[in-house]
């Protein structure tokens, strides 16, 4: 089965800069993406950005410029630079495999425990 461990969360000020990282355990059998996933209190679970299997990413709206993620293969590991952090981007952050269907998206199904980002003055 796959398993994930997120590492590098913490807390930082507004306009500092956090990477955080997934090591994936297990089958990885493409075609699969890897996603960064936030939950902030009072708010929906949403998709931040994901790396698919041929590298191609996609970000959501609220941190295109600012973040970026990258995967090492050798390494197993996914990761996510968060630049000029707001104080919006506090939340757990959970990193997760995801399957391609054959609607052409990913659904994910399994996840890491998630970890705390916080942001604040």
């Known amino acids: 089965q796959v398993r994930l461990v997120e590492s590098g969360g913490g807390s930082v000020q507004p306009g500092e800069s956090l990477t955080l990282s997934c090591v994936v355990w297990g089958e990885m059998s493409a075609p699969y993406a890897v996603g960064w996933h936030r939950q902030a209190p009072g708010k929906q679970r949403e998709l931040v950005a994901e790396i698919s299997s041929d590298d191609e990413i996609q970000y959501a709206e609220s941190v295109r410029g600012r973040f970026t993620i990258s995967k090492d293969k050798a390494k197993y590991t996914v990761y996510l630079q968060m630049n000029n952090m707001k104080t919006e981007d506090t939340a757990v952050y959970y990193c997760?495999?995801?399957?391609?269907?054959?609607?052409?998206?990913?659904?994910?199904?399994?996840w890491g425990q998630g970890i705390q980002v916080t942001v604040s003055s």
């Open positions: 997760a495999r995801g399957r391609l269907t054959w609607s052409s998206w990913y659904e994910y199904a399994s």
